[in-house]
T-cell receptor, first 116, second 109 residues
Framework: DAGVIQSPRHEVTEMGQEVTLRCKPI?????LFWYRQTMMRGLELLIY????????DSGMPEDRFSAKMPNASFSTLKIQPSEPRDSAVYFC??????????????FGPGTRLTVL | RKEVEQDPGPFNVPEGATVAFNCTYS??????FFWYRQDCRKEPKLLMS???SGNEDGRFTAQLNRASQYISLLIRDSKLSDSATYLC??????????FGKGTRLSVIA
């Protein structure tokens, strides 16, 4: 299996621009998680999906952030407009099973976002 | 009180040393516990689960103390390749996993 795939791996953009991050989970996994990691705040859960349906988006910082999962093999996280404080590493992770909270989460390599 | 707290380190230890990390969690109803490892500029990966009876995997030993709500990770005979950030992870039971900020370990030759 190829593992969780994320693109782009690096993104540098200017304040005010729209940013779209992409994720392909491991085939067969029915849970998908979006995280943001910074030195100050560590790894924060932004939103997660079960069978393509958003379950909890309470971690999304504000309305500038949105996430979709149109099918089982693809998800996007969009920031519009982007701000310098959004600079962070964004990880996507997936897992499988009814005991999903106890199952291993498999992380993608992350997207390193820099907003100038 | 934060849900999962760890000493951020860094812990700088010589090769061959034994090093221990502790982690505390606030939710007494938490059901399961893990240690993840994150190499520099890489993604987190599961290192080991933590069972009530304690568990060992080679040079790594994990312990759980439910009464005191803390988890520990012991690394014996440290190798250069053990240098990484170690994340304490807790399953609260009704929400996704909660990750600590991590403890950074540097093993020095």
């Amino acid at each position: 299996d190829a593992g969780v795939i994320q693109s782009p791996r690096h993104e540098v953009t200017e304040m005010g621009q729209e940013v779209t991050l992409r994720c392909k989970p491991i085939s067969g996994h029915d849970y998908l998680f979006w995280y943001r990691q910074t030195m100050m705040r560590g790894l924060e859960l932004l939103i997660y999906f079960n069978n393509n349906v958003p379950i909890d988006d309470s971690g999304m910082p504000e309305d500038r952030f949105s996430a979709k999962m149109p099918n089982a093999s693809f998800s996007t996280l969009k920031i519009q407009p982007s701000e310098p404080r959004d600079s962070a590493v964004y990880f996507c992770a997936s897992t499988y099973g009814t005991a999903s909270y106890t199952d291993t989460q498999y992380f993608g390599p992350g997207t390193r976002l820099t907003v100038l | 009180r934060k849900e999962v707290e760890q000493d951020p380190g860094p812990f700088n230890v010589p090769e061959g040393a034994t090093v221990a990390f502790n982690c505390t969690y606030s939710n007494s109803a938490s059901q399961s516990f893990f240690w993840y490892r994150q190499d520099c500029r890489k993604e987190p990966k599961l290192l080991m689960s933590v069972y009530s009876s304690g568990n060992e995997d080679g040079r790594f030993t994990a312990q759980l103390n439910r009464a005191s709500q803390y988890i520990s990770l012991l690394i014996r005979d440290s190798k250069l390749s053990d240098s990484a950030t170690y994340l304490c992870v807790v399953n609260p039971g009704n929400t996704p996993l909660v990750f600590g900020k991590g403890t950074r370990l540097s093993v020095i030759a």
